[in-house]
T-cell receptor, first 116, second 113 residues
């Protein structure tokens, strides 16, 4: 149980284009989903927290107009990187939980984004 | 906000020996402390977690201890095996039950045959 999927697993795009990443909880309803990014050989950095049906809460330093998050259902959250630039190239990983910060977070397999 | 420090950054141990990774946190409101194992290019996998109402938790060869007063928690792996080689991350929530996790910088555990 508690399986989280992400799509696509990797994407290469040109600078200036937008990329959408999907995160799905396959066998449970995720009240809360989180988006992290991870640069090579570094730790995971929380970007934003999204609760179903409400606006995402972004961490300090993360541009909400650049990283659009939508959590339209209890099993799906999307992250759209708008007008992507090479410095946005990273590993984006989502996680999902039943509730808030004290509930176990199950991670998706990640999406490798490369912006040329 | 929460700040999590993790040591060491690299740990090499002989197969069969024990490994210990230590983390400290800054936010006294944090009440959930998971440990994740991540292999290269793969997702973090939860290996054990502990909540602030207990001081120790064990699952076979893996144990975690928590000292709330000192704000530190540790991962202990006994009888290490080659498949234990990976990067291990500790994490803490921000408290209040609503926030994501703050991760330590990770420990690259190398099991020498």
């Amino acid at each position: 149980g508690a399986v989280v999927s992400q799509h696509p697993s990797w994407v290469i795009c040109k600078s200036g284009t937008s990329v959408k990443i999907e995160c799905r909880s396959l066998d449970f309803q995720a009240t809360t989903m989180f988006w992290y990014r991870q640069f090579p050989k570094q730790s995971l950095m929380l970007m934003a927290t999204s609760n179903e049906g409400s606006k995402a809460t972004y961490e300090q330093g993360v541009e909400k107009d650049k990283f659009l998050i939508n959590h339209a259902s209890l099993t799906l959250s999307t992250l759209t990187v708008t007008s992507a630039h090479p410095e946005d190239s990273s590993f984006y990983i989502c996680s999902a939980s039943w509730g808030g910060g004290t509930d176990t977070q199950y991670f998706g397999p990640g999406t490798r984004l490369t912006v040329l | 906000g929460e700040n999590v420090e993790q040591h060491p950054s690299t740990l090499s141990v002989q197969e069969g020996d024990s490994a210990v990774i230590k983390c400290t946190y800054s936010d006294s409101a944090s009440n959930y402390f998971p440990w994740y194992k991540q292999e290269l290019g793969k997702r973090p996998q939860l290996i054990i977690d502990i909540r602030s109402n207990v001081g120790e938790k064990k699952d076979q060869r893996i144990a975690v201890t928590l000292n709330k007063t000192a704000k530190h928690f540790s991962l202990h792996i006994t009888e290490t095996q080659p498949e234990d080689s990976a990067v291990y991350f500790c994490a803490a929530n921000a408290g209040g039950g609503a926030d994501g996790l703050t991760f330590g910088k990770g420990t690259h555990l190398i099991i020498q045959p």
